[in-house]
């Protein structure tokens, strides 16, 4: 039978992070049995692909980015047979699942690494990439998580990690490597996974002499961009991989592709690219850490304008090319809510505009647990509550820049990737009904105001309008057009309104404010019916369409 290369791009996806999800054995983090007891919840929703950060075996330094054994579920998530009831039960639903495809790196608990460690002459030894240097680092490249992204092992031997010292980076020049990849991706595939999405994928080829480069900040480093995301010569890697990978099955990739230039996305994504979709950091990325988080601007002080025209171009750009994967949340980001709208309007008109706003853009829309509830981010008033490796990198560079331990934590507070991996609240009971146990991050401040229980039973809350968003994407009437047609900006003279209209089929517009006044636009087309909003009535008269702060439109141009 002919593989249908698209029949992901008219689904609707939701990524799990796994440890937050569902604990069904009371040890306090999440696990597979969690998930399989809630696939009804992702069915309900509308949920057809569920993304899965890691599972595999992982001493955990990373969220599981570190994997010790990439064919054994780690034991706080369960067994491989929990995986494989996972898969079964999921596709029973119409769901398939997408497992977390880490490639760059691996844990210094890998037992090829040990032996590497061990033996500087094994072949495992060529797996990764070790260096001889005397008295300090081979040379001058950053680690994205802070400090030399060399760890020295004793002498002179160094080897590189791009992100923690205990995710050593794979040494993709090596044949026997890559094939030992190729068939533990296959492994998986042939379990019936729906496929995978692709972790930091661009780094996996070096600038091969390892050369140092002009520092870009007085530590005397320099970002390990430049020789390592991109890198010419990357191209033969991921043809070679998705041919003896991808291309034999009917699965989907979706590849966390940072830094990847418009003009190669069709390399990247096209009829013949390396892999399905990407997640395009363009538009979500809108900040410049600089030196530290505590530095950086509060986000919504650049200009909404920012947003929109970063997220217009990625559109337009990807359209061209392929079909993108959309998103505004993930395990990586804070809420988006804190993001894009002041602190003061963050309520639940405004989010479920934010929802609106990328949901019913051109590409598989992505939603992160607890974005469908409207979730802030949480307080965290000691570093002691945090778990995540790069927060604590950002908490000591406050620190060494001279903030109290008060200071640094609310100044990094806001840009912890653990905002959004605290427990999901699943009803008003105790720790949200999360656990039994004692959770391994605390709970939501607040999830007695948000949690799927309570949203469930209200028609007015955030989880019932994202079941609304989902249930028009996917309707008879609409899905072709929210699916694959056109966008074109519109009412791009107001500097605080995001709007497109959705061409092809029918045409449908989606008018979203970021005022937090009201105000009124003229509409480019003549009469419409309202598909949805979140704020009842629509207001307008002879073309003019009265937005109220922070409304949402979804208008069916009529005509
Ligand atoms: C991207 C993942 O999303 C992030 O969580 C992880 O820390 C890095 N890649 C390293 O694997």
Known sequence: MAKDKNWWKNKIAYQIYPRSFCDANGDGTGDLLGIVSKLDYLHDLGIDIVWLCPVYRSPMDDGGYDIADYYDIDPIFGKKEDMDLLIKEADKRGIKILMDLVLNHCSDEHPWFKKALADSDSEE???????????CPPNNWRSMFGGSAWENVGGDRWYLHLFSKKQPDLNWENPKLRQKLYDMINYWLDKGLGGFRIDAITHIKKEPTLSSLPPDDPDGMVGCFAPTRNYPGIGDLLTELRQNTFDKYTCMTVAEAAGVPYADLGIYIGEDGYFDTLFDFTYSELYNWGHGWHTCKKPWEWPIKNLRDKMFASQIETAKVGFGAVYFENHD???ACAKFLPDEYVNGTSQKMLGTLFFFLRGIP??????????????????????????????????????????AIKA????????????FPWNSGKNGGFTTGKPWLKVHNDYKKFNAEDEAKDIDSVLSYYKKMIKLRKSAEYNLTLTYGDVEPILLEHEDVIAYIRGGE????VICSFCPDTKDVKLPFGGFDTLLSNLDDTVSDNGTLTLRPFECKVLLIKG
């Open 412 to 423: 990094v507070n806001r840009y912890s990737r653990d905002n959004a991996r605290v427990p």
């Open 333 to 335: 980001y804070p809420r």
């Open 506 to 509: 029918k045409r449908i517009a």
């Open 366 to 407: 992505f939603i992160y647990q607890g974005q469908e509830l409207g979730m802030t981010n949480p307080t965290f008033d000691s570093i002691d509550e945090v778990n995540d490796i790069s927060t604590k990198n950002h908490y000591r560079i406050a620190l060494a820049d001279g903030l109290t331990p008060e200071q």
């Open 125 to 135: 030894a060529s797996y990764f990439w070790f260096r001889e240097s005397h008295g």
